[in-house]
């Protein structure tokens, strides 16, 4: 194989495993929690990235990007919070 294939390899499989792992830990955060618990706090995830992001990687935002990110979030919260109930639950 080229040099450069297999210096990408470890990394690309490293974030693969993160990402599977991020999943089921949020399958199994969902058998535990009520949905719509779960619905408002993946929906605050874009927030809580760009506050990360802004503390420790010193990254700024533009305020169109800033505004996205809290009229998603409110949707979100909003669709979770006064959307019809789910009969199953």
């Given amino acids: ?7 990408s390899a470890p990394p690309a499989l490293h974030s693969s495993a993160k990402a599977w792992r991020r999943y089921s830990l949020e399958f199994a955060a969902l058998r535990r929690m009520s949905p719509r618990v779960f619905g408002v706090l993946i929906s605050i995830e874009p927030a809580i990235a760009a506050l990360v992001g802004l503390l420790f990687l010193r990254e700024t935002l533009e305020v169109r990007s800033l505004i996205a990110i809290a009229l998603v979030t409110v949707a979100a919260i909003g669709s979770t919070v006064f959307g019809k109930q789910d009969s199953a639950h």
């Fill in 1 to 7: 194989l080229k040099p450069y294939l297999m210096r």
